[in-house]
Antibody
Framework: QITLTESGPTLVNPTQTLTLTCTFS??????????VGWIRQPPGKTLEWLAF???????RYNPSLKARLTVTKDVSKNQVVLTMTNMDPVDTATYYC?????????????????WGQGTLVTVSS | DIQMTQSPSTLSASVGDRVTIICRAS??????LAWYQQKPGKAPKLLVY???TLEGGVPSRFSASGSDTEFTLTISSLQPDDLATYYC????????FGEGTKVEIK
């Protein structure tokens, strides 16, 4: 059974760096074809894909946010970490991590079959 | 970026009705399209991937079709549990999502 859980701060000051951790079980990020994605959703708005990281350490980023994003993995801990620099109030959103359907789509994208419950991050002073 | 346009933005129908949601892409996306259902306060749930492949465990009243730039999600007989917002996602390259279709029960 695949589960994912996001953790991190609920409140971030403007200009600060956000660090979120996705802890997962039921799969390994050392298995060929496996990837984990980050997606966010501002209150009342649609979803926005942020990044993917793959078993082979390939990383893909949303071009509009690439300069601010970094994604890393720790295979031994079954964790993926997302950092986003220079946070702004417009970055207020629920942030989700999700398991990518293996080999569905090219490596820049993919469908997501298991999602964490999400964590609401508010950017405010 | 590939833009995804969903219609309608809101849909009100009765239990048992057949409902259809349309998603149009700004360019051909080679059937790299997924549909998600999101209930209030919950994470999205994958319903369909590769334009028409139903995810395991999804009720058979859901179906999807389409190609190139136009895609549809159909609920053959609307149930109270289908109250949700539905999103399409293209992944022919960097992923983008539609604006969502809110399904209400009359």
């Amino acid at each position: 059974q695949i589960t994912l859980t996001e953790s991190g701060p609920t409140l971030v000051n403007p200009t600060q760096t956000l660090t979120l951790t996705c802890t997962f079980s039921g799969f390994s990020l050392s298995t060929s074809g496996v990837g984990v994605g980050w997606i966010r959703q501002p209150p009342g708005k649609t979803l926005e894909w942020l990044a993917f990281i793959y078993w082979d350490d390939d990383k893909r980023y949303n071009p509009s946010l690439k300069a601010r994003l970094t994604v890393t993995k720790d295979v031994s801990k079954n964790q993926v970490v997302l950092t986003m620099t220079n946070m702004d109030p417009v970055d207020t959103a629920t942030y989700y991590c999700a398991h990518r359907v293996p080999y569905d789509g090219n490596w820049d994208g993919g469908s997501l079959d298991y999602w964490g419950q999400g964590t609401l991050v508010t950017v405010s002073s | 970026d590939i833009q995804m346009t969903q219609s309608p933005s809101t849909l009100s129908a009765s239990v048992g009705d057949r409902v259809t949601i349309i998603c149009r892409a700004s360019q051909i996306i080679n059937n790299w399209l997924a549909w998600y259902q999101q209930k209030p306060g919950k994470a999205p749930k994958l319903l369909v991937y590769k334009a028409s492949t139903l995810e395991g465990g999804v009720p058979s009243r859901f179906s999807a079709s389409g190609s190139d730039t136009e895609f549809t999600l159909t609920i053959s007989s609307l149930q109270p549990d289908d109250l949700a917002t539905y999103y399409c996602q293209q992944y022919n390259g960097h992923s983008t999502f539609g604006e969502g279709t809110k399904v209400e029960i009359k």
